[in-house]
């Protein structure tokens, strides 16, 4: 470690010398006229993971940028001309930010350095360091002086006093870095002694104290933002800081907005769901289920887990959304005596859920299937067309399940539905398209959000004039009702054939990974699915993904597998994230609206017709007609009326934001900034 800091100090000196030599303009240069700052960033990309998470956190939050590829032979070369200019006689900074792979990846000497020194200089512009290592040209000692380099896996990072009042005031203190396996090294860095115009936002114990990996370098006029881990955009170190990140970057003024979204859908309420059988790894009353006529056997909630799920609801401050099929909870009815105690119970609680429309008996939509056959196939008709389930059929599912709701007084949107296993949505490979007749059937009943699969689509589409809401699916399976049955069914999905398993994961490599052994189905669950389960939510949660999640009523049941997984959620949440930054609990058609948005958004930008810049205290957003603007400004920011002003946006994080359009008579959004 001590020769390669050496080493390290020969680099950092030869760096230091190019970066002396930059040519700084006078102060006073633009002074005559205040400059126009355009709101987009650039990009200058190594191709390495860094940039690349901070790329991806600009793509996914709808921050304009321009990526500059270091390696392309047809690269624009970055000079004064292509970072600012004059527009109608004003100076204009093309660029209100600048993310660099490291401090200077142009190597020594370099003319483009300069450029983007003297750029920085002259317009205020700051700059990220996506990741280097320590040493004095970021203002920091080397790690041989007091700090530390190497493995950083389950290092306990926290956010200083600076830290908290500055770019990073939205979390909870503490920045757990990731140790997912023992036998894979997940994170590298360096962590550094702080020297003069260094101001520490995130630093972790070494030998000496502590020493920092993030933190902001001010110094011959610029602010560099200097991170010294190596990271990816997966990794939760990360994405606790990739807001603080670009807020710092942007000095809080940015399009783009970006919240922490997590809804749960519950499917198949009143209906019971088939159980997994250990004995056939099958579920009996499948189809695709050998063997398994007359084993059949269901799982159903109870009244006292209705009653457990309200009482959990209240202790957590989170509210399920409960897709319910009446008909078939009429049927159970019918089949057990004709009372049903479940039933009367959610009804009794019906104002503590909120409510969503999944069919009248969950049937299939889609084509009428012939299952004599693994996989089943779609039937046809003497012409050799396919037999679809008709336009009249479906609507009568619709409609059935939402008149029966409003019978026992249980309010729905009725603009919202998920049908049965997505089902009248194209199914590959039997069904490669939309039953025509769902497009039809939806409009009948005002449907304009309909649920699909998110492993299957993940983009939103149009069916008909409606469109569809992506849901990520939970690893927690429908036809398990307790622990072991979770672990046993996950052991033969992911093991190998020499260890009992389907394997599926043998076949199919690129995608699934087999367990190096069985779980143990007395434990598996709880200590080895759950936290597994727990991180992949958490991590749609931390990425600005407003994609809800579905279960089952099943994992409500019994063993009540899904709260286990739901409890590390939000705690780990929780425990992150400060109160300015709660979880965002959208019902389906606001996940709709806002998905809807990011495309057209989205669609604006590719397309250039975004007009967005910053003149002293005043931002002005220009968009196409009905396209509305994701932007983030800091408190106390104001939106110009056509009389007068009004406070701009919602508070999140710290900042306020809000999609927004011009007033009316209008023709671009005006934002005032707090002096």
């Given amino acids: 470690m001590v020769n390669k800091n050496r080493m390290n100090r020969v680099a950092a000196a030869m760096a230091a010398a190019a970066l002396v030599s930059v040519a700084v303009p006078a102060a006073s240069a633009h002074a005559a006229e205040t400059p126009r700052i355009d709101l987009k960033v650039l990009v200058v990309d190594d191709g390495g993971s860094s940039v690349e998470a901070i790329t991806a956190e600009l793509r996914d939050t709808g921050v304009p940028y321009t990526r500059v590829e270091l390696g392309s032979a047809g690269r624009p070369v970055i000079d004064a001309g292509f970072l600012s200019d004059t527009l109608d006689g ?59 380099s190497g493995q950083l896996d389950g290092t306990q990072a926290a956010v200083t006093a600076a830290g908290k009042t500055g770019p990073f005031g939205y979390l909870g203190g503490q920045v757990a870095f990731e140790d997912n396996s023992a036998l894979v090294p997940e994170s590298f860095g360096f962590m550094g002694k702080p020297r003069a115009g260094y101001t ?75 159980r997994w059988s250990k004995e056939l790894n099958c579920t009996p009353g499948d189809y695709a289920c050998p063997g398994g006529e007359g084993k059949e056997s269901t799982i159903r909630m109870t009244a006292a887990d209705a009653v457990y799920a309200v009482q959990w609801q209240q202790s957590k401050g989170f509210k399920l959304d409960m897709l319910f099929n009446a008909g078939a909870g009429e049927e159970w009815k019918a089949e057990n005596g004709g009372t049903d105690a479940l039933t009367a119970q959610l009804v009794a609680d019906r104002a503590k859920f909120r409510w969503m429309n999944h069919t009248y008996t969950h049937p299939f939509l889609g084509c009428v299937q012939d299952t004599t056959t693994i996989p089943w196939s779609c039937t046809k008709n003497a012409l050799g067309t396919i037999n679809w389930m008709s336009r009249a059929e479906i609507s009568a ?41 769902l497009a039809g059937a939806l409009a009948d009943n005002g449907v304009k959000w309909a649920g699909s699969d998110n492993s299957r689509e993940p983009s939103q589409r149009p069916v008909g004039a409606a469109l569809t809401v992506p849901r990520h699916p939970m690893n927690v399976y429908y036809n398990t009702g307790t622990n072991a049955e979770m672990a046993d069914e996950y052991n033969w999905i992911y093991t190998s054939r020499a260890d009992g398993g389907s394997g599926v994961c043998e076949d199919n490599p690129a995608t699934s990974t087999c367990l190096p052994e069985p779980l143990d189905v007395t434990t598996g669950y709880l200590q080895q699915i759950v936290p597994q389960e727990a991180r992949t939510a958490l991590r749609h949660v931390l990425a600005n993904d407003p994609r809800p999640h579905y279960v089952h009523q099943s994992n409500l049941a019994e063993d009540r597998t899904l709260y286990p997984v739901l409890n590390q959620v939000l705690d780990t949440y929780r ?19 806002e998905l809807g948005r990011r495309a057209a958004w989205d669609k604006a930008l590719a397309e250039g ?11 002005t957003v220009k968009a196409p007609a009905g396209v509305v603007a994701p932007v983030t400004a800091p408190t106390g920011t104001k939106k110009q009326l056509l009389l007068g002003t009004s406070d701009f946006g919602t508070p999140y994080a710290g900042t306020r934001s809000t999609w927004t359009a011009p007033e009316l008579l209008q023709s671009a959004v005006t934002l005032r900034l707090p002096s």
């Fill in 90 to 148: 004003r100076p204009r900074a093309k660029y209100q930010g600048v993310v660099l792979p490291n401090e200077n990846p142009f190597g020594e000497g370099s003319a483009e350095m300069a450029a983007l020194a003297a750029y920085e200089t002259a317009y205020g512009i700051r700059q990220v360091d996506a990741y280097t290592w320590a040493h004095p040209g970021v203002g920091l000692e080397y790690t041989d002086n007091g700090g530390y």
């Fill in 200 to 274: 520490s936002y995130l630093d972790a114990p070494v030998e000496a104290g502590r020493a920092s990996l993030v933190g902001e370098y001010a110094h011959d006029g610029r602010s560099e933002l200097v991170v010294t881990f190596g990271y990816n955009q997966y990794q939760q170190q990360f994405r606790l800081l990739a807001r603080g990140i670009v807020d710092w970057l942007t000095r809080g003024v940015h399009l783009g907005q970006s919240r922490s979204y997590f809804a749960v859908h519950v499917d198949d309420v009143f209906a019971p769901d088939a």
């Fill in 397 to 437: 599912q619709i409609r059935d399940n939402n008149n029966w709701a409003a019978s026992k007084g249980i309010t729905t949107d009725r603009s919202e539905l998920v049908t049965g296993e997505h089902s009248g949505l194209k199914t590959l490979p039997q069904q490669p398209q939309d039953n025509p007749n």
């Fill in 575 to 593: 425990a992150l994230y400060a109160p300015s930054a709660p979880l965002v609990n959208q019902t389906m058609k606001e996940a709709g609206v």
């Fill in 609 to 619: 017709k975004v007009s967005a810049y910053r003149i002293g205290t005043t931002v």
